[in-house]
């Protein structure tokens, strides 16, 4: 298969950069994208000797490397233009039509995104963070009057990452809650989640799914037997149903997809951005 | 001050619009931007739907709202571009010189960045999720082969949400152990951290940025006493130095910055891509 090397260059984390590139690289089949991130490239000097890295790539590929770029300063990104990659920067792309439009010059900033600017946007996210921790899997019920949402599920559905990313990318506080053998038989909502009901959101999966990433953990016993796996679903989403607890399907989405949705359905407000 | 509101719109999660979009829009001082997501617009109709909602807008703040798009599907996106929006759109601009370049055309398929499509790379950002779960705060110190990355600091140097992120976004495998009281005293290396020493990266952070998170967490004590934060500090840093383990000073740093630096400075390979 063919190979391109692609350079995500900054001159902060190079994050903006690898995640527009990597999100338009995925469109094109067939050839195997090589990355080198290099963040942090602040100074003209520092621009300089990643121009010459992806001129020996160049050379050593006989390939142009295709560079993202996101850099706050015209200056620094200057000598990567001279460099023999194509280059794809966003910023100069896309500032001049919004300067036009606002009325107002971009700032140039340096560490607006991704960095602490937003101090309050900032503490959202590491605050949620440690909440998503502390009320991982049935903790910490107290406070789940703090909670924006509390998702629940069976064991293995995907609750605690997509509860991880909603707190680290957008502050949101999310807890969860997982149903037991106990819930499932009675066929009740477990107590700690009956007053809350309004901030419920199920995850369910497949059957095949649930079993081929149970047995990944614990191969032997009931825990990913397909009676067990089958019984604790058809009860979860029974339970779902009953109460009017709106539910999504996480076997084909990724937490990305999964969170979106969720907060599109709950309307609950982001505290920070990505 | 001024409000203008703002469209991140995508047929998928809005990810990449939202990403792109704040990122420039940090930029603009003395704008408040109110922020409006709508994900999944994969249809004619509900494009449809949003430029309609985009013309309200409009007319009722009497600004052109910013539109930010990451449409795969340029008929989707045209509705939009009937609007009275400004449409900014990540995929139009960037996408046709791409082509040119590599000789291909893209697939113009959904789904592909912030879904499930390269399977091996989602998984390795959900068990490295898992992995960082279970290894949290000096748990898990069994599994510490397989680690990528080891980070010691005193507690509330940033550990946990620098593991986190590191595996939500590149499906590095991140453990945290927090050093002790007696560690500090005794200056030795905790012992299993001992035969892992090429791992080990440190986090430390400014006495005063300490005092007062400790304090927001528990108020009393000596936990967030000066004098107790004082000497943790001194004697990690310390700790760090006599045993050659490079560390960050995470004080004026967002976890993207202090996760980018772990990255350049140790080389440890991402197994996934934002």
């Not at 890295?53 to 050593?60: K, L, V």
């Not at 109460?243 to 599109?264: K, M």
């Amino acid at each position: 298969m063919a190979e391109r090397t692609v350079f995500f260059v900054s001159d902060r984390t190079g994050v903006t950069a690898e995640t527009l590139g990597h999100s338009l690289l995925t469109q094109f089949d067939g050839i195997t994208f090589v990355p080198i991130t290099v963040p942090f490239v602040d100074s003209v000097e520092k621009a300089v000797q990643v121009a010459r890295r992806i001129d020996w790539e160049a050379e050593r590929t006989g390939c142009r490397p295709i560079v993202f770029t996101s850099f706050v300063h015209n200056a620094n990104r200057a000598p990567l233009l001279r460099s023999r990659g194509l280059v794809l920067d966003y910023f100069a792309e896309f500032l001049a039509p919004l300067e036009e439009e606002l009325g107002v010059q971009s700032s140039h900033t340096l560490g607006r995104t991704h960095g602490m600017s937003d101090a309050s946007s900032y503490n959202s996210r590491i605050d949620a963070t440690h909440f998503a921790m502390d009320s991982d899997d049935g903790h910490g019920i107290i406070h789940y009057d703090e909670a924006d949402l509390i998702l629940t599920g069976v064991s293995r559905s995907g609750k605690t990452p997509t509860c991880l990313y909603l707190a680290l990318q957008y502050g949101v506080f999310a807890a969860n809650y997982p149903l037991t053998e106990n819930d499932m038989e009675s066929g009740r909502l477990p107590k700690p989640l009956l007053e809350h009901r309004p901030k419920l959101y199920g995850l369910t999966i497949s059957v095949d799914r649930l079993i081929q990433i149970r047995r990944e953990r614990r191969p032997d016993g009931s825990y990913s037997s397909s009676r067990q796996v089958r019984f604790e679903l058809r009860s979860a989403e029974r339970m779902f149903r009953q109460h009017g607890i709106s539910y999504i399907d996480t076997t084909h989405r990724s937490i990305e997809e999964i969170s979106s949705t969720i907060l599109s359905e709950t309307g609950v407000k982001r505290r920070a951005s990505p």
